[in-house]
């Protein structure tokens, strides 16, 4: 089956602690997207990447991290200097990135803090 | 910032009813999305409209945009339990990367 999968389901955060994020894509594409959703509200975009080895910050990209060193894998990082975690994050991709493209999304995470 | 936002916010209705959802939006956009998501699920795709196109339509859903108004609705006709969902208009830019910009989305309920 061709899709995008996240891992974990639900992830909790201790004060201080750095956590990561898993995004896994098999559709062959390019451009992958971080989004972060608040309850009652749309997506922000925290990071992106159109290629390999290249990403950008998006408007929320305070706090987090990325790498890109492979095709299929975007993971995220929250890390300690995000004060606010608590959020269900969104992982997507679409095909180069372009802008008549639709994304595809992966089922999301869950990120709670203890 | 949120380009798009969505009314009404919530939207309760019964089944075989029609839902309609409105969504206006404020710079220039190269076209304008539609998607729906589940409970505490991802987004799926339903339909995008490009910015010279004023109606589309696909199974049941139907889309119009009207760019003088900067506004787009989304009609489902003949709803069912199963539409139960939220429902977010996403605009895209005119030039650059695939950039997105989500609305706060509309929470339809459908009743059996």
């Known amino acids: 089956d061709g899709g995008i999968t996240q891992s974990p389901k639900y992830l909790f955060r201790k004060e201080g602690q750095n956590v990561t994020l898993s995004c896994e894509q098999n559709l062959n594409h390019d451009a992958m997207y971080w989004y972060r959703q608040d309850p009652g509200q749309g997506l922000r975009l925290i990071y992106y990447s159109q290629i390999v080895n290249d990403f950008q910050k998006g408007d929320i990209a305070e706090g987090y991290s990325v790498s890109r060193e492979k095709k299929e894998s975007f993971p995220l990082t929250v890390t300690s200097a995000q004060k606010n975690p608590t959020a269900f994050y969104l992982c997507?991709?679409?095909?180069?990135?372009?802008?008549?493209?639709?994304?595809?999304f992966g089922p999301g995470t869950r990120l709670l803090v203890l | 910032s949120q380009q798009g936002e969505e009314d009404p916010q919530a939207l309760s209705i019964q089944e075989g009813e029609n839902a309609t959802m409105n969504c206006s939006y404020k710079?220039?956009?190269?076209?304008l999305q539609w998607y729906r998501q589940n409970s505490g699920r991802g987004l799926v795709h339903l339909i995008l409209i490009r910015s010279n196109e004023r109606e589309k339509h696909s199974g049941r859903l139907r889309v119009t945009l009207d760019t003088s108004k900067k506004s787009s609705s989304l009609l489902i006709t003949a709803s069912r339990a199963a539409d139960t969902a939220s429902y977010f208009c996403?605009?895209?830019?005119?030039?650059?990367?695939?950039?997105?910009?989500f609305g706060a989305g509309t929470r339809l309920a459908v009743h059996p």
């Open positions: 997507a991709s679409s095909i180069e990135g372009g802008p008549l493209e639709t994304q595809y």
């Open positions: 996403a605009t895209g830019p005119t030039r650059g990367y695939n950039k997105l910009i």
């Open positions: 710079t220039s956009i190269n076209n």
